[in-house]
């Protein structure tokens, strides 16, 4: 399909434009002329029917309401406004008074004409005459497309292209959209599928108690039933011309009664009436034609006019233009929520020693991004960096600017530098990225051996800490500056992670809305994690998912302001019992001891069976170490599911994994360990390195 202009002008019909007839009169069958009306001038003849008490050609009557909304709801009575009666055809420069009712009513019918109608009286004399056919279109144009307009995404697009038409313009209507639809400049691929997206019809038990008349008789359900759901559009067909020519057509013109086949197949071919009572309206978006709209009028309905169909354009037009902003939309939407999944973690890590469980939650529907994040961060010697922080804003710009900080926090948290020093270089690179670039963020580092934990802070609400005995406290921390202020010290603080116990990291937007301020917030959520805790007992902690479903459910209607970023770690430890470290002096028999203290600990935690692998593994790790080391080596065993090795010496330079030649006489170890170890690894320490491989326990 090529591209055609979207201008439409008025057809040339003939059409009288002071006929009674039209799309949205609900009046009785033509209209007679009064006694001795035959061979008078237009006027006289109008006036001899305003004193019989019949409504002159030139003032139909406006469309039925339907009640649905404000677009279909009734006009004020005429004769409060003390209006004088209508003319047929108002004098140059003269106004024509509009009636009080609401700016977006589609008009409706006078009360003086439904009673005429019903009763078979004229309307009183001095009372004005209905509002003129052509304004009437005007109005219900004007107060269609405002309801198009207001949908937001494809549904509410085309819902409100139905609900707008039906009953008012139509007894029915099908919508047929392109399978997929293009999105933007996109050149679409392949044949042409266009698939029915809704259809909408005037209900049954409406069509004579609300002044409706009878119509055909298939409910929508049906009117999918009977129709093709799709319909390729072949090349040079009549369907494809009729589309190409974008402007609407009546369903018994030519070029019409062989597309309509081929669009609505061979048994919705069925639902057209006879007559001008269909029109086909393509729906061409900005650049192509994206579907296709079929506006259906019952055999007791007055038949579509030639106006209509300007009518039907407009509705068509913007109903398509409506569409391709949906479709940019939902596009962007898409990508939002792509980029928000990338800056935040797929899956939490599961550390030794702690248990973790997060939630995300956008501002809102239509703030799809933020600049909320929070991070679980693996370090050397089975300790885990929780990490939450808080870009200002909740834009795209907050989301990259939260995706930088992110990645910088994981490269320091990689160097094991303490948190302060954390902060204070991401204070640095905020500074780097723009003045105006500020976020707050909390760093903290969980040590399950020592169970302690060290957290900074930069300007970030308290962390909370659920006790194992239902006692919640918020954390006593120095608030710190935010990140982006600049030559601001940050200060940690060293405290207790009793087993059993629940960190809970969060960002604002959980405790600050309108209705409370932070501390408001902070102390209801203490509040309601000492409640929750009280439900599982003293001596078992509520479970950790469920923990946090409850926190968010704190959260009233009307109470999300803000991106929320929640990050809860259950501090389960390490037993001083399932720990064993030894230092070890850099000389040649240092390898031979290190064997001989891990074949008695491993006997020690009845684990004979692995005795001999170990033996190999800390050999090879151990000399390694020695070689280059010039203070003493560490040397330390964890026994959790599983068990793990740690060698730690004072050399930065981390080893890596290479192909012995069939010559050498070294080179092999970490060959061994790569094969034997379940895993294994080497993290860069402020004071040196840690190689570490773990083992299955068997």
């Known amino acids: 399909m090529t591209e ?10 003939g059409t009288d434009p002071a006929d009674p007839r039209g799309a949205l009169l609900r009046a009785p069958g033509p209209q007679r002329p009064a006694p001795g009306a035959a061979g008078l001038p237009q006027a006289q003849a109008q006036a001899q029917a305003r004193g019989a008490g019949e409504t002159p050609p030139g003032a139909p009557a406006a469309a039925v309401s339907d009640g ?31 009636p009080a009712s609401a700016p977006d009513a589609i008009p409706a019918q006078p009360p003086g004409l439904e009673q005429e109608r019903r009763s078979g009286q004229g309307l009183p004399p001095g009372r004005p005459t209905p509002m003129r056919r052509d304004g009437d279109r005007l109005r219900f144009v004007g107060a269609a497309t405002r309801r198009i307009a207001r ?18 313009f139509s007894d029915a209507i099908l919508v047929y959209l392109r399978d997929p639809l293009p999105v933007g400049d996109e050149r679409p691929t392949g044949p042409v599928v266009l698939r029915l997206r809704r259809t909408d019809r005037i209900p049954e038990e409406r069509d004579t108690e609300g002044g409706f008349l009878p119509v055909f008789q298939p409910e929508p359900s049906e009117l999918s039933a009977l129709t093709a759901e799709l319909c390729e559009v072949r090349p040079g067909g009549a369907l494809n011309e009729v589309l190409r020519g974008v402007r609407p057509v009546f369903a018994d013109a030519p070029a019409a009664r062989a597309a309509l086949p081929e669009l609505l197949g061979e048994d919705g071919e069925s639902l057209v009436p006879g007559g001008q009572r269909a029109i086909l309206a393509p ?15 019952g055999p007791e309905r007055v038949a579509f006019e030639a106006d209509d169909l300007l009518v039907a354009a407009q509705l068509a037009t913007h109903s398509a233009l409506g569409i391709d902003k949906a479709v940019l939309y939902g596009r962007e939407a898409y990508i939002a929520d792509e980029l928000q999944r990338t800056m935040l973690p797929e899956t939490l890590p599961q550390p030794t020693g702690v248990r973790l469980a997060s939630r995300y939650l ?11 994040w929070y991070d679980a961060i693996p370090l050397p010697g089975s300790r885990v960096a929780l990490v939450v922080g808080d870009v200002m804003g909740h834009s795209m710009t ?5 995706g930088q900080l992110r990645t910088t926090a994981q490269t320091l948290a990689g160097l094991d530098l303490p948190p302060q020093e954390v902060l204070h270089h991401l204070d640095e690179q905020a500074q780097r990225l723009g003045t105006d670039r500020m976020a707050t963020c909390l760093y903290a ?16 609400p308290p962390p909370v800490l659920l006790h194992l005995g239902g006692r919640a406290e918020v954390l006593r921390v120095p608030a710190g500056a935010p990140i982006g202020v600049g030559g601001v010290d940050f200060e940690a603080v060293e405290l207790d992670a009793p087993a059993g116990a629940t960190l809970l990291l969060y960002t604002d937007g959980l405790v600050e809305s309108r209705l409370r301020d932070v501390w408001t917030g902070i102390e209801q959520l203490r509040e309601k994690l000492a409640a929750t805790a009280q439900l599982t007992g003293p001596d078992h902690p509520p479970p950790l998912e469920a923990l946090c479903d409850e926190v968010l459910d704190m959260l009233g209607p009307g109470d999300r302001d803000d991106d929320i970023a929640l990050l809860a770690a259950r501090f389960d430890g390490i037993a001083p019992s399932d720990v064993a470290y030894w230092y070890l002096e850099p000389e040649d028999a240092a390898p031979g001891r290190a064997r001989r203290l891990a074949r008695r600990a491993l006997a020690r935690w009845g684990l004979e069976e692995l005795t001999d692998s170990v033996e190999l593994l800390v050999s090879e790790v151990v000399t390694n170490a020695v070689r280059y080391a010039t203070r003493p080596v560490t040397l330390r065993l964890l026994r959790t599911d599983v068990l793990r090795c740690e060698v730690g010496d004072d050399v930065p330079q981390l080893p890596r994994l290479r192909q012995a030649r069939a010559t050498d006489e070294g080179g092999r170890g970490l060959y061994l360990v790569n ?7 080497a993290t860069r320490l402020s004071t040196g390195k840690v190689v570490w491989f773990e083992l299955n326990r068997i």
């Open 4 to 13: 055609q202009p979207t201008s439409f002008e008025r057809p040339q019909a």
């Open 445 to 460: 580092v969980y040590d399950p051996v020592s169970h302690r934990i060290t957290i900074a802070n930069a300007g970030h």
């Open 362 to 372: 956008p501002a809102a529907e239509t703030a799809r991004v933020g600049g909320d």
């Open 283 to 297: 729906l061409r978006g900005r650049r192509r034609v994206i579907g296709a709209a079929v506006f259906l009028r």
């Open 151 to 168: 949908g937001i995404d494809l549904d509410e697009i085309v819902m409100g292209l139905c609900r707008a038409t039906v009953p008012t």
């Open 398 to 402: 907050s989301a990259a600017i939260m």
């Open 68 to 98: 649905t909304g404000p677009e279909h709801s009734q006009p004020a009575a005429a004769e409060s406004m003390g209006a004088p009666p209508a003319r047929a055809k108002p004098g140059v420069g003269e106004h024509r008074p509009r």
């Open 675 to 681: 094969r034997m170890a379940r895993r294994w690894g």
